[in-house]
């Protein structure tokens, strides 16, 4: 079975393509940013003299995927850039609108293909699906939907838990999802015939909210870490005696992540024993974030290709998220040997034995499994060492085969 990858933006589409290219189904992967050197807009980076071209240059790299064959790759329009723009920009609602204009025309220009003779199976990801599923039903394809969060009713129910005791963690705009949002998800519920998640939690929000008859289409397919990036992270070292802990926090600095809860019982640790840094963009309002800034590094965006870096100068991840799908930032943190503190509704990553897995978001539960991992240094060496055993279960090969496996059921069906 050949299988065409459809994803406006990136999340972790480029695996698939590279997972469906390396057992011979990829028919073809389309995107809006795929890094081709000397192709406009990424020859810029060439042009430009100095810092900003080194600054381009440094954006771009991080859309490289060179496993990826170009050939079977098609890339449309500049919108994904446009949306980028208006969101460092900190202009979130124009960067919504833009996305859904892009969504709409990114469907477009795959439309002849589509349409086209060629057999072949559509996976394509929420909030970007309806309109290709709609032309791939017409032309009698299977569809695959790739839910890569949950089932957006969970995240309203999550925020209203934050904003009973934190409403002022929350941006305007970001407090409930619009109703013509969940509407679009129901549709690309129905039209899908197989509904992939990343985790078992995001499959339970989806059981909990759609129509019964969606779980039949529900199946999990844990994600993959990048091994080109972290296939050759060595060992931990022991942390020296006299060395502060170091806390990592990598994605979205979002209410719905549980930053809140990550800086305030940061603050109440010791001084000095203890740093944190937070890498990516800054989504709770930045004069909230100062206040809660002390100690606190703060990195925005940066290319995939120096996150093992950061990783590495670090000893725990903590992630005490209320929404997710399922974080690749914890799987990377796993192959980074680095120890976690997450929720169950951050998706796939600790067990008992690389760190902890609190029972909620909760501050004062937090604030105890940072207290602990601060108060056996040994213990945390253990979980360190034992995270990149743990990564063996989330590697690319499985994930492959995960996904070839998947192909030869809908295959025999």
């Not at 013509?180 to 339970?204: F, K, M, P, Q, S």
Request: one cysteine or more; a positive charge; glycine letters at 6%.
């Amino acid at each position: 079975m050949k299988v065409a990858v459809v994803h406006p933006g990136t999340q972790h589409s480029w695996q698939t393509a590279l997972a469906l290219q390396e057992l011979g189904a990829l028919h073809f992967y389309a995107t809006s940013i795929f890094h081709q050197p000397g192709r406009f807009p990424y020859s810029l980076a060439d042009r430009l003299p100095g810092a900003a071209g080194a600054r381009l240059a440094r954006e771009f790299a991080r859309f490289s995927h060179p496993g990826l064959d170009p050939a079977l790759v098609r890339t449309a329009g500049l919108s994904e850039w446009a949306e980028r723009l208006a969101a460092r920009a900190g202009a979130r609602r124009l960067a919504q609108r833009i996305d859904r204009l892009g969504n709409r025309r990114f469907a477009r220009s795959i439309a002849a293909e589509l349409a086209s003779a060629a057999p072949f199976a559509l996976w394509a990801y929420n909030a970007s699906a309806r309109e290709s599923f709609l032309a791939a039903r017409a032309a009698g394809r299977l569809c695959i939907l790739d839910r890569t969060i949950g089932d957006l009713r969970a995240y309203d129910a999550a925020m209203d838990v934050i904003a009973a005791r934190h409403g002022d963690w929350i941006l305007p705009g970001d407090r409930r999802i619009a109703p013509e949002v969940i509407a679009r998800d129901e549709a690309e519920y129905a039209l899908a015939d197989r509904i992939l998640v990343g985790c078992e939690h995001a499959a339970g929000t989806i059981r909990a909210h759609a129509a019964p008859a969606i779980a039949d289409k529900l199946e999990v397919l844990p994600y993959c870490w990048d091994e080109a990036l972290f296939g050759a992270m060595p060992p931990p070292a022991p942390a020296a005696v006299d060395e502060p802990l170091r806390l990592l926090f990598v994605g979205q600095a979002h209410a719905r992540k549980g930053i809140h809860l990550l800086l305030e019982a940061f603050a109440k640790l010791p001084p000095g024993l203890a740093t944190l840094t937070v890498v990516g963009d800054i989504r709770v309002p930045r004069a909230l974030f100062a206040r809660h800034a002390a100690g606190v590094t703060h990195i925005a965006q940066v290319p995939r290709a120096e996150i093992p870096a950061i990783m590495a100068r670090h000893h725990l991840l903590v992630f005490p998220s209320f929404f997710e799908g399922s974080a690749l930032t914890l799987l990377e943190a796993l192959a980074a040997g680095l120890a976690i503190i997450q929720t169950p509704a951050a998706g796939c990553g600790v067990t008992a034995r690389c760190g902890l897995l609190l029972e909620r978001p909760d501050g004062d539960l937090l604030f105890a499994a940072l207290s602990e991992a601060l108060r056996d240094r040994e213990r945390l060496q253990h979980w360190r060492e034992a995270a990149q055993v743990e990564a063996r279960r989330y590697s690319f090969s499985r994930y492959r085969a995960g996904i070839d496996a998947l192909l030869r059921r809908l295959a025999a069906r």
